[in-house]
């Protein structure tokens, strides 16, 4: 009988125990077709993209993902590679990852962990499906028997499904169709799980959606675009009157504030800085002074008031009066005896005779005006 000879653990022994148990974790096909400088790369790799998706930089962990996938093509790197995905928003990417590991080889003595990798990733699979968005494109101005381009993303979508939901990527996308009667685009958002509808116009000029169709939105601003076109910026008589309140509020306070401090240099060598004086002219002189001091400032501040009102007025604008004079009735009789034709246009509606003018005088000011 052969004697066995008891061996030492040591902590080299362990060392080569777990590597060996390391390589066993790779399916034995995986194992003839991966060299060790490949699957020390994926390793890499994968540890980095854990690093980068617990950082928040999901679109640098996918790339390493995907990089130790094409090294390994296991489930477990798979996985990592429709997660982050997911996380980016790249549904149906996920959903072709996902299947992609389904396509991957079993065998009975695949590790644990690719087992469970596989039922995650089927797990996975049925939360995204019903996250998936749908466009619906109609397409509308087109000529009889004509089947027009229809692309979404600069993607062409087959005429099969001409009409029917599309699929795509939750996010921002430009619907767009060409034909022999022109063409139209429109830039739309889907949400996770959201269908929505396009409408498209073909025209000449690349129109947009149909009036009734489209983004509710999109459609007030074009109404509100619309009515500014109706608006006219030139002066009214608000103002003429607000302006002209500023010059003159402007008028006064320049003549106040002049008198102010000629009232204040008189008495400057009379009166104390606690506003005690010498005389009672200096007294009266120093009240005088103050007195146009508080007209000025008063004066200053209406003038900019009403100089910024008119302002405002014009870079506002009015509706422009958009309503047809009537026509002149029909008279009977008249300087030359007979009827005025029935089609006589009515007279011109009177031009708005509204003057303002401010006047400024020593120690005084006002405005006067016409109508």
Known sequence: MASRIPRRITPASCLVAALTAAGLLVGPAARADVSSSDRETARSMMAEGRELRDKGDMKGALQRFKTADSLMHVPTTGLEVAKAQVALGLLLEARDTVAAIRKY?????????????????????????????????AVGGTAEGETPAVSIDGASVPTAVAGLPRKVDPGHHTVSAKGSSGEASQEVDVAEGEKKQVQLVLSAGGG???????????????????????????????????????????????????????????????????????????????????????????????????????????????????????????????GNGGDAPADAPAPPAPESRLRVAPWIGFGSAGVFGSF
Not at 111 to 134: H, M, W, Y
Not at 272 to 277: A, D, E, I, L
């Open 208 to 334: 947009g959606p149909a009036p009734s169709g489209g983004n509710n939105e999109e459609n007030a601003a074009n109404k509100e675009t619309s009515a500014s076109g109706n608006r006219v910026h030139s002066p009214t008589a608000l103002t003429y009157v607000a302006g002209g309140a500023g010059v003159v509020g402007l008028g006064v306070g320049a003549v106040t504030g002049i008198l102010s401090l000629s009232d204040a240099s008189t008495v400057k060598g009379e009166c104390t800085v606690n506003k005690m004086c010498v005389g009672q002219k200096a007294q009266s002189d120093l009240s005088s002074a103050n007195t146009m001091a508080t007209i000025s400032d008063i004066g200053f501040v209406v003038g900019i008031v009403g100089a910024g009102v008119a302002v405002i007025t014009l870079i506002m604008g009015h509706e422009a009066d958009s309503e047809t004079p009537a026509r002149a009735p029909t008279e009977t009789g008249g």
């Open 105 to 137: 080889p079993q065998s009975p003595s695949d590790p644990a962990p690719f087992n469970e990798a596989r039922s995650k990733a089927d797990d996975l699979d049925t939360q995204v499906e019903g996250k998936i968005p749908s466009i619906t494109i």
